[in-house]
Every structure is written in C-alpha cells, then in structure tokens.
C-alpha cells in the first residue's frame, strides 16, 4: 500500500458515519449479548482460542451481528472472506471457495466465510456451501434477521450453532451512546459535548434496542448542534427528537416480530391484561396485521384458554368476527376490541387441554376393547350378549347412575379436570362427585388393588431395582431442570455429570445456552469425552475433571476468575458429602445474581423397607429383623441416611441465613427379584462395618439364626414380581442478592 493509498483510507475513515467507526474491534470493546460471550460463555472462548465451527448470527439490526464477525475477522488467524447475500451471486461463492481450497492446500490455513444476510440465498446458492462447509474447507459464519430454521437450509442449519443475538437494553444503549461520546480516536471524545439526562433516555428508550440507531441520532444531534458561547455542545430533548424523529414499530407480517406479537397477545389475554392485550392488538393493526388472522387466534383463545370457565365466549367472539365481516374497517375495530376486551377480563380454564391427554393416551395404549355393557346391543345382544349389564342414566334420580365408561384398561383414569373458574367451577363439584362414585362402583367388581413399597438401602440395590429407571430418572431430570426456571442463554454447571442425564437436556431446551459438566472420576470423564466428541463443537457441553473438594478452585481456574452461573444442578452429589453445609456454601458462592441451585437426592430413610414385604416366623425373628434395618438406617456415619431433607434446609437457612425450598417425588415401580439380588442384601462380605444391612443382621442373629432368616427371605423374595416406592428430594436455594 503506497503512502496515497493509506491516506485515502485514513481519510474514508474518519468521514465515516459514527455507527460505522465505533464498531467494536475486540471482544473487550463489544457492549451487550452476555448470554453468548459473556466471561465463561462457549462462543467467547472458541473466539479467543480461534476455535471456531460454523455459526449463524441471528437477531433483529443494530444487535451486532457484523460486529461479531469483524471482531472474528480481526481475532483469528484464518483467511476471512466477508460476502452480502443481497449482492454476491454464485460466481461469489465459487471464488471464495477456490480461494480456500486454495489457501488450504498451500498454507494449511482453514477459511471462514462470512456471508451477512444469509437468508436472502436461494436455495440453489446455498446447497453449493453445503459440501464445502461439510468437508471442512470453509467455516461458515451467517447473519440473518429472520428466523434460520425457516429461512436457511436446514442442512445448513444442522450443521451450524445457532445463536440468537436479542434487542439491546436501554442500560446497553447507555453505555454505547457514552462509549462514542468519550472515544476521542473514533468518537466525539475531543469535542465538549453536554447531553442531558432526559435527551440520553428519550434517545435509548425509542431506539427499540438498535445501537446503529441510538449511534446514528447521536451523530445527527452532534453534528447539526453548534456550540455555545464557552464551545460546548448541548444536546437536550429537543434536540433529540428531532434527530431521531418518530419510533418505528418493529413488525415484519412474514418474519419473527409477527410470531413474537401474536404470543405476545396471545399470552396477555391469557394472563388476563385487557391493557395489554389491547396494545398488542393495535400493534398488530396498526402494522397492517389482517384483522382476520387476529379474530382466529382469538377464537382459539376462546375455547383454549377460557373455555368451560366462560361458555359464552366462544359465542361471543364468532359473532364479533361476523359483524366484522359485516361492517369492515374502520368501524370494524369496535367489536375487535370487544372481543378482545371479553376474553381478556373473562375466568380462564384450560381444561379443554384433556383432550389431548386422552388423544396421547389412545396413541400409547394398546387397543383395547369397548366394554360389553357399552356395545351396540341392536345388533348382537342374542348372540354375543352385547348391552348386557348397561345402566340406563335417564331411568336413575338426576339422570345419573355409576358405571364404568372407559375400558377395562384405563378403569379409574382421569383426563378432565374442572378448574374452579367461573361456570367451571359450579359443575365441579358434581364431576368431582361423580368420578368418585364410578371409582367405588369399579372396586366392586375387582379385586383391590394391592400397593407395596420399599426403600434402597445402598447404592447397590438402587442400581438393581431400577427396572422403570428411564421414566423415574426422565422425572426427576425434567424436575430439576423446571425448578431451575431456565431461560435460553443461560450459563449452567452440572456438578455431577456422569451420563450427561441433565448437561445434555439443558443444551437441548436452550440452545444459546452454555454449560459445564463436572466428572469426578477419569472413567467418567473420558465416558462423558466419547459422548461429548460425537456432538459439533458449539453444540457441547464444556467439560472438566474435578473433585468434590475442589469444584470452587477448579472452575475459577478453567472458567475464569468472575465467572457466575445463572443455574447450578447436582443429582447424588450429597449423600456422598459429609460437611454438606459446607458444600452448598461453596455451590452458592458460584452463583450469579437472580441464580438457582437445585440439588436432586434419593430419600432412602422415607421409604417403605424389606420389612414391609416380609412375614418372618417365629414373630420375634420379624421384630429383631425391624429392629436391624432400623439401626441400619440410623447409621450415622453413613452419609447417605444420616440426615433428613427438612433438618438440612433448616441448617442450611441457620448457617448459610439461606431459605432453601424443598420438594419430593414419589415413584412406583415393579420388579422380579432375583435371588442372587437378595444373596446381594445379605451380604455383609466387602464392606465398612454397619454400611450393608447384612454387617447389621449379622451382629444381632447367630448363625444359626441368620440361616433361618435368608432361607426364609429367599422363599418370600425369589422370583417375585414386588412393587415399591423410591422417594427423591429436592433441594431449591435461589439467590436473591
């Protein structure tokens, strides 16, 4: 580059719009999106490390996603090719990709292609990245407005991360706007600048999250303001709206604002806010929404989400939408806001959501057949006794009389449930009633139901019983991860990973997310490494060996020293821990702001035990034999069962001045026991003293005795089908700081 040519360059530079000057050029100098690059976060780390695999930018303008990639451009040691979607054609992409078969062969260098407006790409164009970006020779890097599950080819899509860039606080807006205010190389540092506060939040508050056009009236305001007599230019709120003039209403009928408005009404009339169902409505119509496509969602609304609570609201909104059609617009409007008005202030039910619990019920279930008494009795009562035993309702008091409806499967199951809601609630009483009288009249005609359960006294016959334990551990994952409230973007640490059971679903539920899995083990970690290796790379959780001890030490070390997580699970990790006050002051002092610890542990002490399945003779053997698993589960130097779910929160609250929530679940299951499993309960061979039960019955029984009892719990347990109760507790600590 000659000396001209610099100049030329220097010179575009600095007559460049404000906006375009002040982009970032570092990660350190990038203002908001924290639930992506934040300190900890994937997509930070794979930058600083130039480690990146194909990704796509997605979010409305102004929200930095040609920020992002300039800052890539600008950080990595790869070739950078930058393309618009609007104006490159397929003889752009061909010359980017010869260009990075290219590099690759002579250099060994990969290429990162940077294609802004992604979605505008036909298919055809895009189809002829997909083999490139798939071998490897390019690593692509897409910005897009639009939704990129609808708008790029998910063959494409499959093979990129997705993150979503969201519209910028008004605290972001602030420290943009100031940020160009005191640049004195790229901004108006060098200049006396005074803006107000008043001007500084009507400019952020109407720039609806987009820093190009808080840059772009600061710069209008700057340059069109003279200054005073002592060189200072002051910017007030005139000045300000002038410059940035009427807010726009971000609304795009075929992209995300229309979907995000629709469930923005949606959910306000559900959440019975006539105000705000009102200003969602107008948004929509004052976009140029079709009033039409407004009147059936609210239709929808009227049966989904009123329903049985207002029965007259379905009416009530098909004869606002005839009128509608009657009257057309403007005058149209009135009944629209009628109806809007009704089901926003109406009682809310959603009960008409069982049918669909009956619709998943049909499509679970093997078919099974109507019951006799329901047949169609005018066709083969002689023969097949069709009809038989049917109960005519009309010819009992109240036209009602108990009688199973359903079939002999499903005998007992409820799908509809009242809410207590208004005309809902006037007729729940008689359902509830009356679903009563049909379960009494079912156990009259089977035998009752025998309920059984028992308790896991070691980790062993936890492992052995679990024949339902892909629906038990589904529950208890789906559990924790609720009682997390986590939101999309969140920073997660699974203290205990093993399996992956929860890192796996939290990345699956927010795919923006990041999260740290936690081995204690080399077995585990290098389990967890193969699974982890199978997963694109900013699809994976992020990984690290550690210790109970030294989770605190080791996290700040691997995650960085200011790093705080929005959601901490743990499942099995204190029954392992004996100081478990300590161990959750350790688990919090990793959490951020508004952040939520939850801990998943078995309740071995609460459930049903042995004893409850046994009949031992003579009747003192049964009683010694209570006596044993008792002082097996009062062991206090077991760290499993030497503490109770209620007396930890309360030490908790009393040491740590936290207020832990507590929750249980309860799971029934079935098994055949095996007599090698029961071989395995008595046992008192390879273990401390006192942690087996058999350590215990071996020092209350002889030897003799001790024969007499396992030949009689053999006889009782060998290949029985036994039904127990396995009980898990939840911890739930949420920093409220």
Not at 159 to 179: C, D, G, H, P, Y
Not at 291 to 296: G, L, S
Not at 376 to 381: E, I, L
Not at 556 to 582: M, P, W
């Amino acid at each position: 580059m000659d000396i001209f040519e610099k100049q030329g360059q220097d010179l575009l530079r600095a007559n460049a719009p404000l906006a375009d000057r002040m982009r970032p050029r570092v990660l350190d100098e990038f203002i908001g999106q924290d639930h992506i690059i934040g300190p900890g976060r994937l997509l930070r780390r794979a930058i600083q490390i130039d480690q990146l695999s194909s990704v796509i930018f997605y979010g409305p303008p102004g929200t930095g996603k040609t920020t992002l990639a300039r800052i890539i451009a600008n950080t990595t040691k790869a070739q950078f090719i930058s393309i618009n979607a609007v104006l490159a054609g397929v003889k752009d992409i061909r010359e980017a990709i010869e260009s990075a078969k290219k590099t690759l062969s002579l250099y060994a260098k990969r290429t990162i292609l940077f294609i802004d407006e992604v979605h505008r790409f036909n298919k055809a164009q895009q189809d002829a990245l997909l083999p490139h970006v798939e071998n490897g020779v390019l690593v692509l890097i897409g910005a897009t407005t639009e939704n990129p599950y609808f708008e790029v080819n998910k063959a494409l899509v499959s093979r990129s991360r997705i993150f979503q860039l969201q519209v910028l606080t008004e605290e972001n807006l602030v420290a943009v706007a100031k940020q160009a205010l005191h640049d004195k190389e790229r901004g108006y540092g060098n200049k006396k600048i005074k803006i107000s506060d008043d001007a500084l939040k009507h400019l952020v508050s109407v720039a609806n999250g987009d820093a190009r056009g808080v840059l772009n009236a600061l710069e209008l305001a700057v340059e069109t303001t003279g200054p005073d007599k002592s060189g200072i230019i002051k910017i007030n709120r005139e000045v300000i709206e002038d410059s940035i003039q009427k807010r726009a209403v971000l609304y795009d009928k075929d992209g995300d604002a229309h979907y995000d408005t629709i469930s923005a009404f949606i959910k306000s009339v559900r959440g019975s806010d006539p105000d705000a169902a009102l200003y969602w409505m107008a948004k929509m119509l004052y976009a140029g929404e079709d009033p039409r496509f407004i009147f059936r969602r609210m239709i929808i609304l009227a049966s989904e989400d009123v329903g049985l609570a207002d029965p007259k609201a379905l009416s009530v909104v098909v004869s606002a939408a005839q009128a509608f059609d009657y009257i057309g617009l403007p005058e149209g409007r009135f009944p629209m806001a009628q109806a809007c008005l009704y089901l926003a202030t109406a009682p809310k039910s959603n009960s008409t959501l069982a049918f669909f619990d009956a619709l998943k019920q049909v499509s679970q279930e093997r078919d099974d057949d109507v019951p006799n008494h329901l047949k169609d009795a005018s066709r083969d009562k002689e023969g097949f006794g069709h009809g038989d035993g049917y109960l005519y309702p009309h010819a009992y008091r109240d036209h009602w009389v108990a009688q199973q409806y359903l079939p002999h499967i499903l005998m007992g199951k409820s799908f509809y449930t009242p809410s207590d809601q208004g005309y809902e609630q006037t007729i729940k009483e008689s359902v509830v009633r009356r679903k009563e009288a049909q379960v009494a009249a079912m156990l009259e005609e089977s035998a009752p139901d025998v309920y059984s359960a028992r308790t896991q006294n070691n980790n062993d016959w936890e492992q052995r019983s679990s024949t339902n334990s892909g629906k038990r551990l589904g529950k208890i994952r789906d559990t924790m991860l609720d009682l997390a409230t986590l939101n999309d973007g969140a920073l997660v640490l699974d203290i205990n990973a093993r399996s992956g059971l929860l890192s796996f679903e939290c990345l699956r539920r927010m795919p923006q997310g990041t999260v740290w899995s936690l081995a204690h083990s080399r077995d585990d970690f290098n389990a967890l490494k193969d699974l982890v290796s199978q997963l694109p790379s900013l699809h994976r959780p992020l990984l690290l060996e550690t210790s109970f001890k030294t989770i605190q030490k080791d996290l700040l070390t691997a995650a960085g020293s200011t790093v705080t997580f929005d959601a901490i699970l743990g499942r099995h990790t204190l029954v392992q821990i004996e100081d478990k006050v300590k161990f959750v002051k350790c688990l919090t002092a990793l959490l951020g702001k508004k952040g939520r610890l939850v801990l998943a542990e078995p309740l071995h002490r609460e459930s049903l035990r042995l004893s409850h399945f046994l009949k031992l003779s003579p009747q003192n053997i049964q009683k010694r034999f209570e006596k044993a698993e008792e002082q097996f589960f009062n062991n206090q130097d077991n760290p499993a069962f030497n503490w109770t779910l209620e007396n930890l929160a309360q030490e908790i609250n009393a040491q740590l001045t936290l207020s832990p929530s507590v929750h249980r679940y309860s799971h029934l299951s079935k098994r055949k026991i095996k007599p090698h499993e029961v071989d395995g309960w008595l046992s008192s061979s390879g273990r401390k003293k006192g942690l087996t039960l058999g350590t215990v019955l071996s020092a209350i029984f002889n030897k003799k005795e001790l024969s007499t009892l396992t030949k009689q719990i053999h006889a009782q347990f060998d290949n029985r089908e036994i039904e127990w109760q396995s009980v898990e507790g939840f911890i739930v600590i949420a920093n409220n700081a």
